[in-house]
């Protein structure tokens, strides 16, 4: 499309130019560039390396670093860490560590070394001269020990897993100790707060000090700001009524501040099953959102409508965003003084943030559909915008005088950028420095000084299990050539590998493959989505529901297939009931195995959901047309789940009939908003649960399509759960890229006009290519043992279910090294020697055609 193709030239210009600027060879890189654009790695990654080794190297090192990863340096602090801050003073960092059930605060240096300092709890907040904490201290209380308990014993994906989630957090605010610690002498004293319900700490201007937010829990409409210091019970401060959040401390010890929340943070959480206990206040219409300042020298609050109150860092300045009739303001002034409207607009206005002295405020303006971030001087002159990204750009905040850090996407896949406010110009500010995987972001915080930035991220991309990474990004210090070169050589192994072995399963089925694929249709695809989109909303209490199950009905029996209708009660839906679709392609061999392909084609009630999810029904239907009259040797069923937006009900109920019906359900594909790009690339995300999978999903789209795929381990919440609770470890699947970045998801402007069609046709014919190498394949094999008698070491399996297996793969390797093919065997066993106890072995079934099982089992000798 001519857009796609100026934006390509713009940037190939761009590169160029840079290039010749900076001293490298300006055709050199610029192909190499062009090279990454188009997901040649391989031949972008070789020229990298030829021109960073080279005379040149120096003038393209920053321009190379920044599109292959970071270009500051950064260390990671932990694999295992939450809610990152530092210290106002600089010279420490805290962050949360361990589980649920095993919480706790590490206390380290910034500037490295010296020993940690191992806090047993949570919640910890620095004094303002940095030579105390204050947190709550865990102790052994019976209800704690229950509610830990329960949540050590559900599983990671568990629908009622954010439950026992509250129920601990509970726990923790009624049974925890306010405890203050020396950071210097190591003394911890506790304060005395008997009775209430605590979460919140911020100490005061004196340093010894701690306000918090607390609560009786008999009365859950009501909490308050508490006082509390050693040789003081906790008293009360401020004088107003009403729900409060957590309190913010202004350095100088003038006020403190609070926001208004809907909900009581401290109450128990409702039991399973059951709505709230109450404590959000009256009922009725929505109100206004409000905060509150607290006077602390007079004790008295000031209750302000308003949303989103920060304060400087030196106190001084205080700025929020209030509503005037149709307009949003921007309101800036002295905390205990009224603020004035320094902007005014008719668009929405959030997340403001004060530079250090107060001088100068950032803050979210949405002119349109998408949130961009702006920069005014305090007084309001001076605007000017300083994104212009499709997608979301949100939290500012002040690195230092003269820098702005935003974070770019949805919450749950965010990426941060650093800004010059004196040339405009923006750098990337972390990633992972692979190819393939992505890195979601969650928490950052900028040192006092502006020289580091904490980020909590998922840098492996491992979005499912509940640990994160903290990482320190160190703006005073670049990657260096040879720290490039490393990376740069690694990715090149990687993914020279990963496209041999590409090629290598695919082989005997390539040209099969290819023609299928090929019979994939734009148009046909665009037809699909029109009709559905004409439904409007495909909600379960919508009519387009009924009326969209109907059509895919139709449209899988116009491919040839004999669909069925999966009907379910379902309270709130319209007419009570609603429907998944399927339609099943028998395998030829192998009949009794089954391979589920599944997109939801209902959408939120307040839209017609042209992304979420007709772009991924669409592509479904598309390739079981295409795939129709061809089967595999295993079965395939293309399923249509509804109620995905109410609470993944079709997925479930379809996962619980195929359990109670002794369904072989042996791998599983789900699609899920494929069609929205954010810039001219055909790309999107892999999400998988099994990285055999994944590997197969990135083949079949770069030797079959123009698709650009990416990775992450993710498949929470969605409807790929299902199978993943009922049958293990056997999901993969595509969703967008960036993940669910589409400023229009869950919007009612998520409309056909933003869809990329091509996006969604490449997409189709990765999910054809990736059945058809699934379906054809044998299929993990199950129950891998490995066991040593002195020297000798056995290993034994569950032969494979399919027909046509002709022998087995094994592989050894070291735990953390490169495996290698040992031997070929025609039976489920092996004997093996001279493995060290923890080496890894791998099996998997080959066929008669060749076809190689698409993911290892896995086991370690003892």
């Known amino acids: 499309m001519p857009r796609h193709s100026a934006l390509t030239l713009l940037v190939?210009?761009?590169?160029?130019?840079?290039?010749?600027?900076?001293?490298?060879?300006?055709?050199?890189?610029?192909?190499?560039?062009?090279?990454?654009?188009?997901?040649?790695?391989?031949?972008?990654?070789?020229?990298?390396?030829?021109?960073?080794?080279?005379?040149?190297?120096?003038?393209?090192?920053?321009?190379?670093?920044?599109?292959?990863?970071?270009?500051?340096?950064?260390?990671?602090?932990?694999?295992?860490?939450?809610a990152p801050r530092f210290s106002p003073d600089g010279r420490f960092i805290a962050y949360e560590t361990g589980l649920e059930i095993s919480r706790g605060t590490r206390v380290i240096a910034a500037a490295g070394g010296g020993p940690a300092i191992d806090l047993p709890g949570v919640s910890a907040t620095f004094s303002f001269d940095g030579r105390s904490v204050a947190y709550l201290k865990l102790g052994a209380?019976?209800?704690?020990?229950?509610?830990?308990?329960?949540?050590?014993?559900?599983?990671?994906?568990?629908?009622?897993?954010?439950?026992?989630?509250?129920?601990?957090?509970?726990?923790?605010?009624?049974?925890?100790?306010?405890?203050?610690?020396?950071?210097?002498?190591?003394?911890?004293?506790?304060?005395?707060?008997?009775?209430?319900?605590?979460?919140?700490?911020?100490?005061?201007?004196?340093?010894?000090?701690?306000?918090?937010?607390?609560?009786?829990?008999?009365?859950?409409?009501?909490?308050?700001?508490?006082?509390?210091?050693?040789?003081?019970?906790?008293?009360?401060?401020g004088n107003a009524d009403g729900l409060k959040g957590a309190p913010t401390v202004d350095p100088s010890g003038a006020v403190l501040l609070y926001t208004v929340p809907a909900q009581n943070p401290l109450r128990r959480p409702p039991a399973p099953g059951q709505g709230g206990p109450g404590g959000g206040g009256p009922g009725g219409a929505a109100t206004a959102p409000r905060f509150?300042?607290?006077?602390?020298?007079?004790?008295?609050?000031?209750?302000?409508?308003?949303?989103?109150?920060?304060?400087?860092?030196?106190?001084?300045?205080?700025?929020?965003?209030?509503?005037?009739?149709?307009?949003?303001?921007?309101?800036?002034?002295?905390?205990?003084?009224?603020a004035t409207a320094v902007v005014k607009t008719t668009g929405r206005l959030d997340a403001p943030a004060l530079s250090r002295d107060g001088s100068r405020v950032a803050y979210q303006i949405m002119p349109r559909d998408d949130w961009e971030v702006d920069v005014a001087n305090r007084d309001g002159t001076g605007e000017r915008r300083l994104t212009k990204d499709v997608q979301h750009d949100v939290v500012p905040r002040f690195v230092g005088a003269n820098?702005?850090?935003?974070?770019?996407?949805?919450?749950?896949?965010?990426?941060?950028?650093?800004?010059?406010?004196?040339?405009?110009?923006?750098?990337?500010?972390?990633?992972?420095?692979?190819?393939?995987?992505?890195?979601?972001?969650?928490?950052?915080?900028?040192?006092?000084?502006?020289?580091?930035?904490?980020?909590?991220?998922?840098?492996?991309?491992?979005t499912v299990s509940p640990e994160r990474g903290v990482y320190l990004v160190d703006l005073r210090e670049k990657v260096t050539k040879a720290d490039l070169l490393v990376r740069l050589r690694a990715n090149l192994a990687g993914e020279t590998a990963l496209r041999e072995a590409g090629g290598r399963t695919f082989g005997p089925i390539a040209a099969d493959v290819r023609r299928i694929v090929s019979q994939v249709s734009t148009s046909r695809i665009f037809g699909y989505e029109k009709a559905l989109f004409d439904f409007d909303s495909k909600h379960i209490t919508r009519p387009g529901n009924k009326l969209a199950s109907e059509y895919l009905f139709n449209a899988y029996k116009s491919f040839g297939y004999e669909p069925e209708m999966q009907w379910f009660d379902v309270a709130n839906a319209l007419g009570g009931?609603?429907?998944?679709?399927?339609?099943?392609?028998?395998?030829?061999?192998?009949?009794?195995?089954?391979?589920?392909?599944?997109?939801?084609y209902d959408s939120v009630a307040g839209g017609p959901g042209a992304d979420d999810n007709t772009s991924g029904t669409a592509a479904l239907l598309d390739a079981a047309r295409v795939l129709a009259g061809h089967p595999m040797q295993a079965t395939i069923v293309f399923a249509s789940f509804t109620g995905e937006e109410a609470g993944l009900l079709g997925s479930r109920e379809y996962v619980r009939r195929a359990v109670a019906n002794k369904v072989r359900i042996v791998g599983a594909l789900n699609n899920d908003m494929i069609g929205w790009a954010n810039d001219h690339h055909l790309d999107n995300t892999i999400r998988y649960s099994n990285p055999g999978i994944r590997d197969i999903q990135h083949g079949a789209a770069f030797l079959f399509t123009r698709l650009i795929t990416y990775d992450a381990l993710y498949f929470k919440s969605t409807d790929a759960a299902a199978y993943y609770d009922a049958y293990g470890d056997i999901v993969g699947g595509i969703g967008s890229y960036p993940v669910l970045s589409n400023p229009h998801y869950h919007q009612a402007h998520d409309l056909l006009e933003f869809e990329n069609h091509e996006l969604i046709a490449e997409t189709s014919k990765t999910t054809a290519a990736t059945l058809m190498l699934l379906a054809s394949s044998p299929s993990r094999v199950k129950d891998l043992k490995v066991e040593r008698v002195a020297q000798a070491i056995t290993v034994s399996w569950t032969a494979s279910p399919e027909k046509g297996v002709t022998s087995y793969l094994v592989a050894t390797g070291p735990a953390a090294g490169p495996l290698t093919v040992g031997t070929t065997v025609k039976g489920p066993r092996a004997s093996l020697s001279g493995l060290a106890a923890g080496s890894v072995v791998v099996v998997k079934a080959v066929n008669a055609r060749g076809l190689e099982g698409w993911d290892w089992a896995r086991s370690r000798v003892p």
């Open 141 to 237: 209380a019976p209800d704690l020990a229950v509610a830990v308990r329960a949540l050590d014993e559900a599983p990671l994906a568990g629908q009622n897993r954010n439950g026992l989630i509250q129920a601990l957090n509970f726990q923790v605010q009624r049974n925890a100790t306010i405890t203050a610690r020396n950071l210097v002498t190591g003394e911890e004293r506790p304060l005395d707060a008997p009775g209430l319900l605590k979460t919140g700490l911020a100490f005061g201007a004196d340093n010894r000090t701690v306000f918090f937010l607390g609560a009786d829990e008999s009365e859950p409409a009501r909490n308050d700001i508490y006082a509390v210091a050693e040789g003081r019970t906790a008293a009360r401060v």
């Open 292 to 338: 509150g300042v607290i006077d602390l020298s007079a004790g008295s609050t000031r209750t302000r409508e308003g949303a989103a109150p920060t304060l400087s860092s030196d106190g001084r300045t205080l700025a929020y965003v209030a509503r005037a009739g149709a307009e949003s303001h921007l309101m800036v002034g002295a905390p205990l003084v009224d």
């Open 403 to 462: 820098r702005l850090l935003t974070a770019v996407g949805e919450p749950r896949h965010r990426r941060s950028f650093l800004h010059d406010l004196a040339t405009g110009t923006r750098v990337r500010l972390f990633h992972n420095n692979t190819v393939r995987t992505i890195a979601p972001e969650y928490q950052w915080s900028v040192s006092p000084g502006g020289e580091q930035v904490l980020i909590g991220a998922e840098r492996d991309g491992d």
């Open 577 to 600: 009931k609603t429907a998944n679709v399927l339609a099943t392609l028998r395998g030829t061999e192998n009949p009794e195995l089954v391979y589920v392909v599944s997109s939801h």
């Open 12 to 82: 190939a210009l761009s590169f160029i130019t840079q290039a010749a600027l900076r001293g490298a060879a300006p055709t050199a890189l610029a192909d190499a560039h062009e090279s990454w654009d188009r997901g040649d790695y391989p031949a972008a990654l070789k020229a990298y390396i030829e021109i960073v080794s080279g005379p040149q190297g120096d003038g393209a090192l920053e321009e190379i670093a920044l599109q292959t990863g970071e270009l500051y340096r950064t260390r990671e602090l932990t694999t295992d860490g939450r």
